[in-house]
């Protein structure tokens, strides 16, 4: 059984782990792509209804997110990005399904109807 993790932080850098888990019970965690993810990329959050896009968020005084799209194989390219119109980063990052809006700490975001399809970015605050 294996998992895939996508991880952001401090580093600049998304980086995409696979984790392998034997049948005795042990593991194995392998690098299988890096990729660099802006400015701090320290939350993350995958597309409620499209599981091969992910959005980042970038620590600037402005607020910023990045769009990536994710292949089979894990690896991340950078789509898209927009100004969040917030002052500074938020404290956590969500997707919202029922509303098609992505949520950065207390900013609501509502993108445009093709997000669900597309890692295109335009956006607006709610």
Known sequence: MSFTLIVGGYANLITTLLFTLSGSGTGSLSQTSQIAGGNSPSWLAL???NSSILYANQETTVGEVVSFTIDASGKLTQYDSAPTGGAG??????TDSKHHGLRMGGLWIDCASS???????????Q
């Open 47 to 49: 597309s409620p209804v």
């Open 89 to 94: 980063v938020g404290s956590y990052m969500e």
């Open 115 to 125: 997000w669900q399809r597309s890692a295109a970015l335009r956006c607006r605050q």
